[in-house]
């Protein structure tokens, strides 16, 4: 059994005590994933992922739970899975974010905070170009512009050196090979 977090119209927030389907450990993750297609086909036709998805209706970002839970129990026998040893949340590759509270100090905003998530800037290109996440959050085509050309113009490199060179990149990608 596991205490869920969970939305009632009634009340904001209210706890549900409820089974977990398959004995599954419950892991929080990320909103923002990036699934192979062997693994979108095993949510739309697993009786496991129905089960789940059922399971987390009542949560407040269901998301952030299914598809993690489903990442993280390779038992299940989802395609793509990974053995992982914590539940508590970790670095991911899909999106790179700088959160006004982190606790990860070595990451820094130059942009500006709304609602306490980083709108990168121009200052934030030299960072922005180390990380091996595939995309950034956020950008404000309002706010410094540049910023969002910049980042396009370094992909387009990237793509041509390796056009170029049939197949190989620039990009660091020791960090995705590890993963």
Request: hydrophobic share 35%.
């Amino acid at each position: 059994m596991l205490l869920v977090f969970c939305s009632s119209k009634q009340h904001r927030w209210i706890w549900k005590l409820r089974e977990v389907p398959y004995n599954m450990t419950v892991v929080s993750g990320e909103v923002h994933v990036a699934l192979s297609r062997e693994f979108v086909n095993f949510i739309i036709y697993s009786d496991i992922s129905w089960r789940l998805l059922q399971w987390v209706h009542d949560a407040a970002i269901p998301d952030e739970i299914f598809f993690s839970t489903l990442n993280y129990n390779s038992r299940l026998g989802v395609p793509g899975t990974i053995e992982r040893r914590s539940t508590h949340h970790q670095e991911y590759l899909t999106r790179y974010k700088v959160w006004m509270n982190q606790r990860d100090k070595t990451k820094r905003c130059h942009g500006k905070y709304v609602r306490n998530i980083c709108i990168f800037g121009l200052g934030d290109l030299p960072a922005l170009d180390q990380v091996p996440h595939m995309f950034v959050n956020k950008l404000h085509i309002q706010y410094q512009y540049l910023t969002l050309d910049c980042l396009e113009q370094r992909y387009f490199k990237h793509v041509q050196i390796e056009y170029e060179q049939a197949g190989v990149t620039d990009m660091n990608m020791l960090y995705r090979e590890q993963r």
